[in-house]
C-alpha cells in the first residue's frame, strides 16, 4: 500500500485506539480528584497499555517516514501541490473553519475566565490579567492561522502554492507556540504528569509537523521529520480529545488532527513523483565549436 494511504490511515487508526485506551486509563488509573488534582494509581494496565501502544506507534511512523525522498527543489509549492484536488481543499478549508470556531469559543470564554482568575487572586497573587494574556494571544493567533490557512488552501489547489520565505505559512507554528505556553501555564501546578502529558505531547508534536512543513518554503525540506512529527501530531491530538477540553481546545485538537492528516497525504504523494529535470543549459562557444566541426562532412575528392 502506499505511503500517502497508509502513513495517515496508521496515525488515525492508532489515535482511535489511544482515544479508546486513554478513556479506559482516565476511568481506572486515577483517584478521585483532590485539592483539583487527579493522583494517578501506579501499575494500572490502562497506563502500560497506552505507553506500549504510543511507542509501537512512534517506531511505525519513524520507519514510514523514512526512506529515499525528493529534494523538492520546487520549494513548498512542488511539495504540498494538490491542484484539483477536490478532498483535499474540503478537509483544508474544514480545518481553517475549526480554527475559526476555537478563536470564537475563546472570546466568547474569556469573561468567565477573568472572572476565575479573580477569584483566585487571594491563593495566587498573581495579576489576573496576565492569568489571561496567554489565552487572548492563543485567540488572536488561532484567528490569523483561520486566514493563512484558507490563503494556503487555496493556493496548493490552484497548484500556485507559496513563494520562498513564505510568513503565512509560519502562523501555525507561531499559534502553536502560544498554545503550548497557555497549557502549560493551566497545568504547570500539576504534579502528576500522566495527567495531562499527552495534551503537551500533542502540542509539541503539533508545532514541529507545522515548523517543519513551512520549512519547505526556507529551502529546508526535510521529507521525514514533516512526516514523523505530523503523524505524532495527528495520533496524540486524537488521544488527548479524551481528556475532556474546553470546546475552544476541542477544536484546535480537530484542526491539527485533521490538517497534519490532509499535509502528510499530499506531501507523500508528491513525494512518490519524479523530480523534473531542470532546463538544459545551452553549450559554451567551445563546445558549440567542437560540435559544429564535428558534424561537418568533408567532401570525397
Known sequence: MRKEILLPGIAVA??????????????????????GFRLHIPGS????????????????????????????????????????NTLY??????SGFLLLCSAVLNFMGLPAAYQTALEMVSYTHANPVFSVLPRVLLGIMSAA????????????????????YSGSLLVPAYACCIWLIAAYQ???????????????????????????????????????????????????????LADGHELYLTALYGFTALSLTVSMAVLLHNDRQPEPKGPRMPPSTEEAEIETTETEVTPDE
Do not use: M, Q
Open 145 to 164: 492561522a483561520f486566514l493563512c490557512t484558507l490563503i494556503t488552501a487555496r493556493g496548493n489547489y490552484r497548484g500556485e502554492g507559496k513563494g520562498r
Open 45 to 84: 494496565p490502562a497506563t502500560y497499555a497506552l505507553i506500549c501502544l504510543s511507542a509501537v506507534l512512534l517506531l511505525a511512523f519513524l520507519l514510514l517516514s523514512r526512506g529515499k525522498h525528493r529534494a523538492f527543489s520546487g520549494g513548498y509549492g512542488a511539495a504540498f501541490a494538490a491542484k484539483g
Open 14 to 35: 492508532g489515535g482511535a485506539a489511544g482515544l479508546a485506551l486513554r478513556r479506559w486509563e482516565l476511568a481506572t488509573a486515577f483517584e478521585p480528584p483532590e485539592a
Open 89 to 94: 481543499i474540503t478537509a483544508a478549508v474544514l
Open 186 to 240: 493551566v497545568r504547570a501546578g500539576d504534579p502528576v504528569t500522566l495527567d495531562y502529558i499527552y495534551e503537551l505531547l500533542a502540542i509539541i508534536a503539533s508545532l514541529l509537523a507545522f515548523y517543519f512543513i513551512a520549512g519547505f518554503s526556507f529551502e529546508k525540506a526535510k521529507t521525514t521529520r514533516a512526516c514523523l512529527f505530523s503523524a505524532l501530531g495527528v495520533y496524540f491530538s486524537l488521544v488527548t
